[in-house]
């Protein structure tokens, strides 16, 4: 009897179905990232979450068939793309084809019969349905779909995946999601430039454009020049302007890294991967990226999904997380993939327009504040795909991939990373940019009554209230010695009366 199913205790009194059963069934090393069991007991509902599990009540028993527990998963699982791959690569074709023909108008055949072809290219000797009603593969209640489905006249299926079946992500419909869409984020910042004047909205957008930069290389541990970062912050502000492509990305990648004489520019001639070295040099990976021969084509494929997501219209932020974070995975090049990953956040929000020129949200600064999640996020998704990863170590320390590992890119869920990248545009409106705005507001009134106290240069005004701020609203006797020695008692007192105001 089976007590474990991928390092996982089974729950008492269960049983594996649908996707785990036929994983443990065809011997399958594919990770499920939401396993389900079937009580032998009635429960207090017709399902419930113990920990990573998802236990059904006894009344969904099934009989002990491959294809019933195929029928399990596609009706009532969360879809997993690419454990829906293996296991119909696994399935015995005349098994599939028999019970598929016993009735082919039957919704739950009709999607496994349309899952089998498009994932797998490959066509069964089944003959095209008649004229009839055409079904939604997803549940539009539960998954972002296509605004315009493909229809599938063989399968009377309305194709509504959001991707192609050489690249397709998953989004679940949380109510997370749902409300943020729906807080229209767009006229929010509208309504937040609008009341600021344009010198001010610039100069806010300087200072916001430098820290994420700055933050960019501080996420990945790097502490770059301040020239090198001023230069990245350059490109983050023309963000939108070029469309995406492959030489775009190697014109992103030249500029980011300068120097090249150790670093290849473009897509990798090696393989990566993300981890540590023993004293011996061996690799120690927690990840490794594509395989460098599957590059060339996974980019394409890549670049052919943000192509098919702009023309259907999708949430311009989930069409952002969904381009960067496949990026990142895919881990094309040498060296800056993270920094170039979360450059496409800002290009693709800046190209569909969901906020004005000139603005520039520092989603890494705030990134930078969650860095724990952000990392955990990226860990949850890639650590169980090490399973199908089989490798060796070079004589240079690094890994040589010996399996097929391309399909490990092109499908996976990214709802965890949408909600999290959603929270951070979210602080940004309404915390990182009111507070830059607030902040310069008050800093141009204080210069203002300050220079009415006592004529002084702007510099030095700018300068004082700088020390004054460091000090908790104080000008330290140590600075106004050194600096402004010429400042009376009564003119320090008024000023620091003017700071409390304003700050």
């Known amino acids: 009897m089976i007590t474990t199913f991928q390092n996982r205790l089974l729950p008492n009194n269960s049983n594996l179905i649908g996707l785990s059963w036929l994983i443990e069934y065809f011997k399958l090393t594919v990770p ?16 419930i979450d113990k920990g990573e599990w998802r236990v059904f009540d006894i009344q969904f028993k099934i009989e002990k068939s491959a294809y019933a527990h195929l029928e ?20 015995p074709k005349e098994e599939l084809i028999k019970n598929i023909q ?110 994420d930069s700055k933050a960019s290389f501080e996420i990945e541990g790097e502490r770059a020049s301040k020239n090198r970062i001023e230069n990245w912050g350059k490109i983050i502000n023309q963000a939108g302007n070029i469309p995406l492509s492959l030489k775009e990305v190697e014109r992103l990648h030249a500029t980011l890294i ?27 990976p927690e990840f490794i990226g594509a395989k460098s021969r599957d590059l060339e084509v996974l980019i394409e494929d890549w670049l052919e999904l943000h192509k098919q997501l702009t023309q259907d219209n999708i949430d311009p932020v989930l069409h952002a997380v969904i ?21 496409l956040l800002h290009h693709i ?35 169980p795909l090490m399973s199908m990863i089989r490798w060796e170590a070079t004589i240079r320390g690094n890994v040589k991939i010996l399996n097929e590992t391309s399909d490990l890119y092109r499908f996976f869920d990214i709802t965890k990373s949408c909600e999290f990248i959603y929270e951070a545009v979210e602080k940004t409106i309404k915390e990182t ?49 050194k600096y402004f020695l010429e400042l009376t008692k009564e003119e320090v007192l008024e000023i620091e009366e003017i700071m409390k105001e304003f700050f």
């Open 323 to 343: 381009i960067a974070f496949a990026f990142v995975y895919i881990h094309p090049l040498q060296d800056g993939n993270g920094r170039i990953h979360r450059y």
């Open 102 to 211: 016993t009735n082919p108008k039957r919704i739950v055949n009709k999607k496994i019969w349309f899952y089998y072809e498009f994932l797998l290219d490959e066509r069964l000797p089944i003959d095209d349905l008649p004229i009839g009603r055409y079904d939604d593969l997803l549940d539009a209640k539960k998954y972002f779909t296509r605004e315009n489905p493909i229809k599938s006249k063989r399968h009377k299926i309305n194709n509504n995946l959001l991707g192609t079946n050489r690249f397709c992500p998953i989004i679940q419909k949380t109510q997370k999601l749902e409300n943020y869409i729906s807080s229209n984020f767009s006229i929010e910042i509208s309504n937040i430039i609008n009341r600021v004047s344009k010198s001010l909205l610039r100069r806010a957008s300087s200072f916001l454009l430098l820290a």
């Open 433 to 481: 940019l009111p507070n830059e705005l607030r902040y310069l507001d008050s800093f141009d009134r204080a210069c203002y009554e300050i220079y009415e106290v006592v004529a002084m240069p702007n510099d030095m005004i700018k300068m004082l209230i700088t020390f004054i701020l460091q000090n908790d609203g104080k000008l330290s006797k140590r600075k106004k010695e």
């Open 258 to 284: 300068g120097d090249t004489r150790f670093i290849k520019i473009g897509l990798r001639d090696d393989e990566v991967f993300l981890g540590d070295r023993d004293r011996e040099n061996y690799p120690l």
């Open 349 to 383: 929000l800046a190209e569909k327009g969901f906020y004005p020129k000139g603005v520039v949200f520092p989603l890494s600064s705030v990134i930078l504040d969650d860095i724990e999640q952000y990392r955990a996020i990226l860990v949850a998704h890639t650590m």
């Open 72 to 91: 399990f998963a596609i009706k009532h699982e969360s879809i997993d793309l690419l454990v829906l791959k293996y296991i119909l690569k696994s399935f």
């Open 32 to 47: 499920l990232r939401v396993p389900c069991s079937v009580s032998t007991k009635r429960l207090t509902s017709q399902r």
